[in-house]
């Protein structure tokens, strides 16, 4: 794989206290930089501003009015940045923010501004693109028109965009299962699947879990985009993102989507 976007999650980047994972932080940034030094192309998409904004202002409940979550967001991301920035720095590598909306898909123009941008980065050598959604920008969690509806799919969309090879979904668990293995202890990881069915989706807990967004639901949706556009995409526990290289050195971790 030669292009590569990883996408990393709320539960893998925050602790319960609000704070980064700067451990977390580190190792990524480690990772993404080895596999730009050894000419890969790397494409960051991450989670984790509210969360991070939540630390800084000193909240320990997440806000529940919209117009509140996209302030802490707005305050979070800077945050989130600049982790990302100093932990880069560590192995001569920057971080370009790439805050997007829907209108990257929905409008030409767009289009076009935004694979200009990956493109002038990509060619930098040493510049790790980091993306998030434009949370001022995107109305409600509801919408549908404006949002993408989560991170999950939104690294699907990168990943078509740019035409990677692989999709790396970091979680806080090892994998796909058969049940949640939150609730069904003794749930078994399945290796590989081949396509998004509803005997699949059932076993995410269906449609409308966790209100249709988040958990497994949506990583399914995006696996759904990937198996569309003949792409792969590979599940796998982030809580040591060196798990990334040990993905391209080809070692059997994760589920696998093909
Ligand atoms: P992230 O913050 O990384 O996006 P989420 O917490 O939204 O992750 O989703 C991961 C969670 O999905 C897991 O911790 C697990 O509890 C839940 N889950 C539900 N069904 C499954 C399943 N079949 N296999 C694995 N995890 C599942």
Do not use: C, W
């Amino acid at each position: 794989a030669d292009r590569i976007v990883v996408k990393i999650g709320t539960s893998t980047l925050i602790r319960h206290n609000s704070q980064a994972n700067l451990q977390v932080i580190k190792q990524l940034a480690y990772a993404l930089s080895t596999l730009r030094k050894a000419g890969k192309d790397v494409v960051l998409v991450s989670s984790g501003a509210i969360g991070v904004g939540m630390g800084v202002l000193g909240l320990n409940q997440r806000p529940h009015k919209v117009s509140e979550q996209q302030a802490v967001a707005s305050i979070g991301q800077t945050e989130l940045m600049q982790l990302y920035s100093k932990a880069l720095q560590e192995y001569g590598m920057v971080a370009a923010q790439m805050l997007l909306t829907r209108d990257v898909t929905d409008y030409p123009e767009s289009h076009t501004n935004v694979m200009n941008t990956f493109q002038e980065l990509l060619a930098l050598p040493n510049a790790i693109p980091i993306i998030n959604e434009n949370d001022s920008v995107t109305v409600t969690e509801m919408d549908h028109h404006t949002k993408f509806g989560d991170n999950d799919q939104l690294s699907a969309i990168v990943a078509n965009l740019i035409d990677a090879d692989l999709l790396i979904m970091l979680s806080d668990i090892d994998g796909f299962y058969n049940a949640n293995p939150l609730k069904v202890p003794n749930a078994k990881l399945i290796d590989q699947v081949h396509a998004i069915d509803p005997d699949i989706i059932e076993l995410a807990g269906g449609h409308g879990s966790k209100f249709g967004t988040g958990g497994m639901t949506t990583k399914l949706k995006a696996a759904k985009m990937i198996l569309k556009h003949h792409q792969e995409m590979i599940l796998a526990n982030g809580k040591e993102p060196s798990i990334i290289l040990n993905i391209l050195a080809g070692d059997d971790v994760g589920t696998l989507f093909t």
